[in-house]
């Protein structure tokens, strides 16, 4: 499970973070937490992907790339990806969009009004807190 900063081998509890080499390398730096929610920063590289796994069961990562919002992404209480709320590029006439599988190959939509709480908190507490 090498690929998208994915875990070596969850079902076996391996939770190493597989993060690539070389050029396909992501470093991310924690910057903060809101409710629960991880708010973690690239700042350099190329484009940010989602783990397919989390080391912290049940989490919610915002993550910043060059001082904006990207991802939103839940995993379950397995560590397992759930979704990604995606801000940097449309999909279909949707700019705010919902990925149910991280490659993103399936069903997508909008976000729920749920969704919509913390993306507003993210907005409010990323401008105001560590700006």
């Known amino acids: 499970m ?14 190493r973070f597989n993060n690539g080499s070389g050029a396909n390398q992501q470093t991310f730096k924690t910057v903060g937490e809101i409710d629960g929610i991880q708010v973690i920063v690239q700042d350099k590289g190329f484009s940010v992907g989602a783990p397919e796994f989390s080391h912290t069961a049940s989490r919610i990562y915002a993550i910043v790339q060059k001082g904006k919002l990207k991802h939103l992404v839940f995993y379950d209480e397995n560590h397992k ?16 969009h919902v990925h149910y599988d991280y490659m993103h190959r399936g069903k997508y939509g909008p976000p729920t009004e749920e969704d919509l709480k913390i993306i507003r908190k993210i907005e409010r507490w990323y401008s105001t807190e560590w700006q």
Request: charged share 25%; aromatic share 14%; proline share 0%.
């Open 2 to 15: 090498g690929g998208r900063g994915a875990f070596v081998n969850v079902n076996l509890k391996d939770f």
């Open 81 to 96: 990806f759930v979704k990604s709320i995606d801000f940097g590029h449309k999909h279909g006439e949707l700019k705010q």
